[in-house]
């Protein structure tokens, strides 16, 4: 529903005053190029990230509809976020299994929920929690707020993105804590400068079996990956910063 929302919702931008106008066109590709180009990594790696993310999608709605439209896509210079809550756990399986297809992506990492669904409620309170952070980092003159992305899932955030600094980044998550509804903040986020390969890891870790719904791991965060096969063991989890301190 999230994912058919926003895809509305872009549509609907696309269609509106002026945006059919050869100005109008002009004006919405040189603010997206703007963007992407304030952005960490500048032009060359926002075009990789939609063009991974476009794959992963593409490559979702022809295995199942079903988890395409529950299960939420992140991706960051090469590192892929997954975020939502299915209710097959062999969605779950999937999902990571077909992130790891396209070319270029450097990490999977898996946040996906099998839980029953919030419903209407709970996917409008989710998205109002996430317009509400945005909105708080925005004015804040102290965070550039163009370098994270934001995600609720069930009222937890899970930030991804790069941070100037670790100060800046603590600012993001004092944000977050302090917005009504937010049960748990997970960050993502790395530091500027910061190498991916020097990213936090823990120990090897299994796929998850299709019928099992205990935590899946994250894929390895090298340079140039190998993809595993489905059920191989995955070497290096994701350590992420979780903050529960409410």
């Known amino acids: 529903m999230k994912k058919l929302a926003s895809l509305v919702l872009v549509i609907t931008l696309s269609l509106g005053a002026s945006a059919c ?15 992407a180009a304030a952005r960490e990594g500048g032009i060359k790696s926002a075009l990789e990230d939609t063009r991974i993310r476009a794959k992963i999608n593409e490559l ?21 976020l997954l975020t939502g809550v299915v209710q097959a756990p062999q969605h779950r399986v999937d999902a990571v299994r077909l992130s790891w297809q396209p070319e270029g992506v450097r990490q999977v990492i898996n946040e996906i929920k099998v839980d029953n669904s919030d419903g209407l409620k709970g996917w409008a309170r ?11 980092i925005l004015f804040d003159k102290e965070i550039q707020s ?4 934001i995600d609720t ?20 998550t004092t944000h977050a804590r302090s917005v009504p509804y937010v049960k748990q903040v ?4 790395k530091l500027a400068g910061m190498p991916m390969q020097q990213l936090p890891a823990t120990g090897a870790a299994q796929m ?3 019928a099992a719904s205990s935590s899946v791991a994250v894929e390895p965060l090298t340079s ?3 993809r595993p096969p489905y059920g191989a063991p995955v070497q290096g989890r994701s350590q992420p910063i979780v903050d529960q301190g409410f």
């Open 186 to 189: 997970v960050s993502y986020v």
């Open 224 to 226: 140039a990956p190998a």
């Open 153 to 172: 899932v069930q009222g937890v955030v899970y930030l991804m993105g790069i941070a100037q600094s670790q100060t800046e980044l603590n600012k993001v």
């Open 146 to 149: 163009i370098n994270y992305t």
């Open 208 to 210: 998850p079996a299709p």
């Open 60 to 80: 979702w709605l022809n295995h199942d509809f079903e988890m395409f439209r529950k299960v939420n896509l992140t991706v960051d210079q090469g590192r892929v």
């Open 126 to 136: 989710d998205n109002w929690i996430t317009g509400r952070l945005r909105a708080a």
């Open 21 to 35: 106008t050869p100005i109008g066109i002009g004006a919405t590709v040189g603010s997206t190029a703007g963007v």
